[in-house]
């Protein structure tokens, strides 16, 4: 009900709007405690549906892209507070560690420059000095705890030049240059003071004279001889405060440290004294080593939230070359705080850089909040919006029934455009098959090539009607499917079905077998199309479910088997096609009323009533599934139905089909053992029938192939009888006369006998006889007596490899293929005997002559915009002697048949791009008919347009359409006749026939 309500609404706004304007229109709405009227008026405005068209879907919109953007500012508001908020704390842990390590450092440094007082006082204020190397060092490593940022210590002495040789004779070693070690850096493994050289002449030294231990190997370095520690003394004893190098690479540790140094002054030196004076009153240079890595891990180490941020030291003396002392700059987040450091050194700044080590969390309360607030939002606006919906909709259903038959007629012109559709564009295609595999039968061609083509042909033709099922499945529906009347050979179109299947049973190892009775006529009258299609859809459901033994069709006058509906079931009986048991035929016609006393077995008294058995040894159907076999669209089994395809309307069609022929259809199946399927049909004698029917093409070929096998004698060698006169059926439609044995005794008894052209083995018998094989083929070869008959091996497929081995070397053995059909059994004779035809007999089609006689000389135009559509057609006419001209488009259609013109007729497609065929029989109609009138009227000359006074090309539409409604179409614009996709050289006699005798 709901898919109809909105088809209704999609499909009649101008109904509903007519019915609208009826200003009398009102409705009534009924509730618990109040009744009351709304006018139509009211509808107009609210309820109807050009609110959902105008101003409530604006709202609506509008409604929706507010929320949304109101939802976007939500959660980028509540973003950014999440951010500053993460700002807010990384910017307080990176203040706390850069306070912490700047309190750690001015401890460290008072604590050198309490030294620094120390050796003032103990040094240079006795007369004779109170501190040594071995005290200084002793002290500073008592003292280390208490300057836990620094490494070591060390004291430089000012040494001016004049004082310098007794200075180094004092000490007992020589001042050595500095910048020896910037240039050749020393290690701990093969550090050695000795091999420095001595400090260049220069005004003064600072030549170092006490060391703590772990800084020892300073111990006589100049400290004024290196370019940065120069700088660095002459800036401290200047500055008269502490100053600190740019960061470098320690020695022995290799670890980035700096030096920070403090001037020893003379005792008594005022606290604001000028540099001079400050220089003038240096006595030496306190040194404190520092270790920035460990000093600053150290710092981490103390803090619980270690891991949570990265921390970078730098010293931004230089701020376009700012130099790393801690830290890397591999960071994921984009957050960085800045947090200045003061080491007490005015020259040089530092500074420390925080980030966090992971990324930002997603925003969840942001997320969930806006994502909630818009679905609110959005859940407000639908419930308005199904408000609004489910007015219009209350409108919609009181008008529902004034639409109902609108509704079906619309339904069936979808229903026939589709249908149309469809035969076209898959006809279209199978058109160019047809048609070239009918070309390719004109070539030159030998039996087993044209058996293939023709076999090719017939499952062309196959599966057009295959293709027709779904067209006779809406026919059915509508009652309009109706029987043709037309002769034919009941044994060829069976032959047709066999070489249909022949593929897929040889793929499966499957026997398939046909078997009509000697009383049933040669040619019978009725629709040999829906009897194939009838033979097609059940045999085609016995391949698909069974995968071994055999299927077994036979074909009977109803009063051959009249007599043995009460007889003895055979289910488990080995008298089968294959030995596997079978369900017995005769329970599947138990309740036909053809068999009832009540029935008549002759409706009509020049009738043929048919009975038809398709058995196989299949899977059977199950029992709770046997009673909707033949209901549209039903499977059996859903897990079958993906295991074998299908759709389920063969068997309904069938049924149908079986309807309309005068007959019922029925069937028994025993799971695991098989099926079978009967059905009855009646057809007329075609002898005795007095309609002018339609001819159908009888199978020449056959005809004029048994006249080659007159007169022989065969030999069938095969112990199972129902198999035997299978084969016996199919070689007697040849002319020959069959004799059947079961043993080779009896195969070399007949052959002594009496004359045998040829001898049948079937592959059972060779199988589990070799050697008695090879003793018949001895004996054969002892009789001398003419012609030695020749062996044939009647083969199934599930054992064609192993034939081709074991009768690898039988000289004079052919090995015939299963299923038998005349054509082939007759192709592999003639082969065998010698007789091969390397010509193309008759194919069945109508003789060429009356064709040629009609065409030749004939100027026709093909118009196509499939190439291969042309070339089909345009070779089926110029093989009757026709000029043919071919044309894409329906423009160069109109431009090559406006008058004055040399064509005699056109075969015109109907569906073409640009302009259809349609459209372009009606404007050569026009130009036609404006022609004329100016002739008839005197305007124009007659000879202008070739002495021709009435223009009117002959125009038969060439499309794979079958529908009737296309056909009127066609007449409708102005064409002539109508030829349907594939069409074949009979229909094409009938059509221009009208037009050129």
Not at 396 to 413: F, P, T, Y
Not at 446 to 451: A, C, G, S
Request: with cysteine; aromatic share 8%; net charge neutral.
């Amino acid at each position: 009900m709901v898919s109809m309500n909105w088809f209704i609404n999609g499909e009649y706004k101008g109904a509903k709007a007519s019915l609208l304007d009826d200003s009398s229109s009102k409705m009534w709405f009924k509730f618990p405690n109040y009744s009351f009227k709304i006018h139509h008026q009211y509808y107009q405005y609210v309820g109807s549906k050009r609110i959902s068209k105008t101003w409530w879907r604006k709202l609506l919109f509008s409604w929706v892209i507010v929320w949304v953007l109101a939802s976007v500012f939500i959660f980028l508001y509540m973003s950014s507070q999440a951010t500053e908020k993460r700002k807010e704390t990384l910017a307080s842990m990176c203040d706390e560690r850069a306070r912490m390590l700047q309190d750690q450092f001015n401890i460290s440094m008072n604590h050198i420059q309490a030294i620094s007082i120390l050796i003032s006082t103990f040094h240079h204020g006795k007369s004779i000095s109170a501190i040594d190397q071995r005290t200084f060092a002793k002290y500073a490593e008592r003292t280390a705890f208490e300057r836990p940022l620094t490494s070591g210590v060390a004291y430089a002495v000012r040494v001016f030049h004049s004082e310098r040789e007794q200075f180094e004779k004092q000490q007992g070693w020589t001042i050595k240059r500095m910048d020896t070690l910037e240039q050749d850096p020393v290690h701990k493994d093969d550090y050695n003071p000795d091999l420095f050289e001595p400090s260049p002449i220069q005004e003064e030294y600072a030549p170092v004279i006490f060391a703590q231990d772990v800084v020892s190997h300073v111990v006589s370095i100049d400290m004024l001889s290196g370019k940065e520690d120069s700088k660095n003394v002459l800036r401290a004893r200047k500055s008269g405060k502490g100053v600190l190098t740019a960061p470098f690479r320690l020695l022995k540790t290799n670890r980035l440290g700096v030096i920070l140094t403090f001037a020893v002054y003379k005792r008594g030196l005022p606290s604001n004294a000028t540099p001079n004076e400050r220089i003038q009153a240096t006595d030496g240079y306190l040194g404190g080593v520092f270790d920035i890595e460990s000093l600053v891990e150290k710092l981490l180490q103390q803090l619980a939230s270690k891991q949570t941020i990265l921390v970078n030291v730098l010293d931004t003396t230089n701020q376009s070359y700012p130099i790393s002392m801690y830290g890397s700059n591999a960071s994921d987040d984009g957050l960085e705080h800045v947090s200045h450091l003061n080491f007490g050194d005015p020259f040089r700044k530092h500074e420390m850089r925080c980030r966090f080590k992971q990324k930002p969390p997603y925003p969840w309360l942001a997320i969930t909040t806006s994502i909630g607030i818009l679905m609110i939002a959005l859940l407000v606006g639908h419930i308005f919006s199904a408000t609004v919906n489910r007015i219009a909709k209350v409108e919609d259903d009181c008008h529902k029934m004034m639409k109902l038959k609108k509704q079906a007629e619309a339904a069936g012109v979808a229903k026939s455009q589709f249908l149309a559709t469809v035969s076209h564009e898959i006809r279209t295609p199978m058109n160019g098959v047809l048609g070239m595999l009918h070309m390719l039968m004109d070539t030159d061609l030998d039996v087993t090539q044209l058996d293939y083509v023709r076999t090719a042909q017939a499952s062309g033709k196959a599966l057009v009607t295959l293709i027709n099922e779904v067209l006779d499945q809406a026919k059915i529906e509508s009652g309009k499917l109706e029987l043709e009347e037309v002769r034919f050979d009941l044994r060829a179109v069976l032959d047709d079905v066999l070489s249909l299947f022949s593929g897929k049973v040889q793929d499966k190892g499957v026997e398939l077998a046909v078997y009509i009775s000697d009383q049933v006529p040669e040619v019978l009258t009725g629709d040999p199309g829906r009897f194939r299609q009838i033979i097609i859809n059940l045999m085609g459901n016995s391949i698909k479910f069974t995968e071994k033994g055999h299927i077994l069709v036979t074909v009977h006058l109803v009063e051959e088997v009249i007599g043995s509906i009460e007889g003895k079931t055979e289910s488990s009986s080995k008298n089968t096609l294959s030995g596997f048991p079978v369900a017995e035929r005769r329970q599947s016609w138990k309740g036909f009323r053809t068999f009832s006393l009540e029935g008549s077995m002759h409706p009509f008294s020049d009738s043929i009533n048919l009975i038809v058995s398709v058995e196989d040894t299949g899977e059977g159907i199950p029992l709770e599934a046997q009673s909707g076999v033949f209901t549209p669209f039903m499977q059996v089994d859903p897990s079958i139905f993906r295991t074998h395809g299908g759709t389920g309307i063969g068997l309904s069609i069938s049924k149908c089909l079986v309807n309309l022929m005068k007959g019922e259809i029925g069937f028994v199946s025993i799971p695991k053992i098989g099926s079978t399927f009967t059905f009855t049909a009646v057809f007329t004698s075609s002898s005795s029938s007095s309609k002018k029917n339609k001819s159908q093409q009888i199978n020449i070929y056959s005809n004029s192939v048994s006249s080659q096998f007159d007169g022989m004698r065969a030999l069938v060698m095969d112990p199972r009888p129902v198999r035997a006169k299978v084969a016996k059926y199919h070689i007697q439609r040849l002319g020959i006369d069959v004799k059947i044995v079961c043993k080779w005794e009896q195969g070399l008894f007949f052959i002594r006998k009496g004359s045998i052209n040829m001898v049948l083995i079937e592959q059972e018998v060779w199988d589990k006889g070799l050697n008695g094989s090879a003793h018949f083929f001895d004996n054969l070869d002892k009789m001398n007596r003419g012609t030695p008959p020749k062996v044939f091996l009647l083969s199934n497929s599930i054992s064609s490899s192993r034939a081709n081995t074991t009768t690898t070397g039988v000289r004079n053995l052919t090995v015939v293929p299963k299923p038998l059909r005349a054509s082939m059994l007759a192709a592999s004779l003639q082969q065998a005997m010698g007789d091969g035809n390397k010509g193309n007999p008759c194919n069945g089609e109508l003789p060429r002559a009356p064709l040629q006689n009609l065409l030749i000389g004939r100027n026709i135009l093909i118009v196509d915009d499939n190439n291969v559509n042309l070339k089909v057609a345009a070779g089926a006419l110029k093989k009757y002697g026709a000029d043919v001209v071919t044309a894409a488009r329906g423009i160069k259609a109109i431009e090559l048949l406006t008058p004055p013109h040399q064509f005699d007729a056109c075969f015109m497609d109907i569906q073409m791009p640009e302009i259809d065929g349609f459209e372009a029989t009606r404007r050569i109609r026009e130009i036609e008919k404006n022609i004329n009138n100016h002739i008839h009227f005197g305007e124009v000359s007659v000879e202008a347009y070739n002495n021709v006074s009435n223009w009117h090309v002959a125009i038969l539409a060439m499309t794979a359409d079958v529908i009737q409604a296309t056909h009127e179409e066609c007449l409708r614009c102005g064409m002539d006749g109508y030829v349907s996709k594939p069409f074949e050289a009979e229909q094409l006699y009938r059509e221009v026939s009208r037009f050129f005798q």
